[in-house]
């Protein structure tokens, strides 16, 4: 059974980093399949952020390039998401995915339960 | 950012069959890309109920349906239960290099 965990503060200031980690049992990232954040805002609108393949190869939303990292960290069977120069448009629940391989690839088959990140000073 | 657009809401009695729209363009459902769709409940995370435009994952009963045409991809919902009031939402990719969701709908049983 593949089970995805974030942690991470769940507050963060205006204009500093915030930085999320997803633990993943029952599966190896190493193993292949994409692995994703996804957002959701608190009027329910949920938002791509971007994905990583074990290699390290990443892919995100154009509109959120630059500021936001993903990395992997196989070791740990872990994979994190960093957003710098947050602002209160920030907060939302944020939850990371295993995203499929192949033909719509971005599809995500396993979800974490959520981190709910409140950007406020 | 393209988007994908949804009705809002949309409500059925028991038994009756419900449609979900989803509209995209050129750029994403009309460039060939792949339509998945969610089901989420209440302080759940979403589950995968439709992928590859028409496929179930394991688990998932025939009552729901994909299809896609042009630009447009719909969920069909056959013989609506009370289980299935959730909020619905569509994904798929565009040409920008970006997977997006459509704005979701929240179905009701009546």
């Known amino acids: 059974q593949v089970q995805l965990q974030e942690s991470g503060p769940g507050l963060v200031k205006p204009s500093e980093t915030l930085s999320l980690t997803c633990n993943v049992s029952g599966s190896s990232i190493s193993s292949g399949y994409y692995w994703g954040w996804i957002r959701q805002f608190p009027g329910k609108g949920l938002e791509w952020i971007g994905i990583?393949?074990?290699?390290?190869?990443?892919s995100y939303k154009p509109s959120l390039q630059g500021r936001v990292t993903i990395s992997v960290d196989t070791s740990k069977n872990q994979f994190s998401l960093t957003v710098n120069s947050v602002t209160p448009a920030d907060t939302a629940l944020y939850y990371c995915?295993?995203?499929?391989?192949?033909?719509?690839?971005?599809?995500?088959?396993?979800w974490g339960q959520g981190t709910l990140v409140t950007v406020s000073s | 950012q393209s988007e994908l657009t949804q009705p809002p809401s949309v409500s059925g009695a028991p038994g009756q069959r419900v449609t979900i729209s989803c509209t995209g363009s050129s750029s994403n459902i009309g460039a060939g890309h792949d339509v998945h769709w969610y089901q989420q409940f209440p302080g759940t995370a979403p589950k995968l109920l439709i992928y590859g435009n028409n496929n179930r994952p394991s688990g998932v009963p025939d009552r729901f349906s994909g299809s896609k045409s042009g630009t447009s991809a719909s969920l069909a919902i056959s013989d609506l239960q009370a289980e299935d009031e959730a909020d619905y939402y569509c994904?798929?990719?565009?040409?920008?290099?970006?997977?997006?969701f459509g704005t979701g709908t929240q179905v009701t049983v009546l």
């Open positions: 995915t295993r995203a499929g391989e192949g033909r719509g690839w971005y599809r995500s088959d396993y």
């Open positions: 990583i393949w074990h290699s390290g190869t990443t």
């Open positions: 994904q798929s990719f565009d040409n920008s290099l970006s997977a997006l």
